[in-house]
């Protein structure tokens, strides 16, 4: 098993997008977890690389052939996650804030929050206070899920918190955020619910959250 989940972290670290589609393949075809091919080789090849990227090795480029490796794995796993038979266990609308285009982790919570149930409207990223507002309004949300990677960007998640109040929903709707720089602290400090530190644990506390 570890044979095939360092062998996709490697690929994704190179960048090697038909090489990690392949590997994805087989590890399926042997019966391993699709969560275990996300987490335990996907997400530490894209890691991995994120060190690279903060250390100077690597440049941009190299990061987007990653991207699109990463995301070449992400899709062969959809069919294996989903779970068909399920009822709505609530709305979320889901973005990257303003100013911020990093949408790798988002996409893998929207992927972990519809395969287990929740619906899910995908705002894109750099989504204004005002739009998750009025998509939240349009789709009658239970949950705002904002996600942002930037230290500069955080600062623009309480805009989202201060224009829902303004609208007059902020009991309607509970607000979940996250992304690297994000710590429960944080979403405390700000007025936010919901923090989650992964796509695992995004779905544990989506689901605390329509609790509330
Ligand atoms: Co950028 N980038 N980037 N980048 N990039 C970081 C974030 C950085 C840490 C790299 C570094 O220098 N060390 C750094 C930020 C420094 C800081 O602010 N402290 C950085 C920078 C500086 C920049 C630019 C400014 C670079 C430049 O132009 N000079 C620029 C900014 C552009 C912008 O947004 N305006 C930029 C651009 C890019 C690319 C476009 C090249 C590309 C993004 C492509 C894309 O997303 N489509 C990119 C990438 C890929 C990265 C790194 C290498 C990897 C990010 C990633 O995808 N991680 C990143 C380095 C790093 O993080 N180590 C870096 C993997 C992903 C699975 O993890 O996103 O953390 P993550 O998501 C996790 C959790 O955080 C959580 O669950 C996810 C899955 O488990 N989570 C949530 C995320 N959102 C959540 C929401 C939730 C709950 C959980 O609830 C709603």
Redesign the pocket.
């Known amino acids: 098993m570890e044979g095939y989940l360092g062998t996709i972290s490697r690929a994704v670290e190179r960048g090697d997008d038909k090489q990690v589609i392949k590997i994805v393949k087989e590890a399926l075809s042997t019966s391993m977890s699709p969560s275990d091919i996300l ?1 335990r080789g ?2 530490p090849g ?2 991995a ?3 690279l ?2 250390d100077g090795e690597v440049y ?1 480029p190299e ?2 052939l ?2 699109r490796a ?1 995301d070449g794995g992400v899709e062969q796993l959809k069919p294996y996650l989903a779970d068909t038979d399920m009822h709505n266990k609530g709305t ?1 609308v ?1 973005g ?1 804030v303003e ?11 929207r992927l ?1 929050l519809e395969c287990n149930g929740f619906s899910v409207k995908d705002l894109g ?2 989504v204004s206070a005002d739009s998750f507002v009025s998509m939240a309004r349009e789709h009658s949300a239970d949950i705002i ?9 955080m600062t623009s998640m309480p805009k989202v918190i201060k224009a829902l109040e303004q609208a007059g929903m902020r009991q309607k709707v509970r607000i ?7 710590t429960r602290e944080f979403a405390d400090d700000i007025g936010a619910e ?9 779905v544990d ?2 689901t605390r959250l329509m609790r509330l």
């Open positions: 987490e996907l997400v894209i890691q690389l994120g060190k990227f903060k941009l990061v987007l990653s991207c990463m979320v889901l990257t100013g911020d285009l990093h949408d790798i982790g988002k996409n893998l919570v972990m990223v750099d899920g904002i996600s942002a990677l930037l230290t500069l960007t979940m955020i996250g992304g690297a720089p994000i919901g923090f989650a530190e992964d796509c695992m644990s995004a506390e989506a």
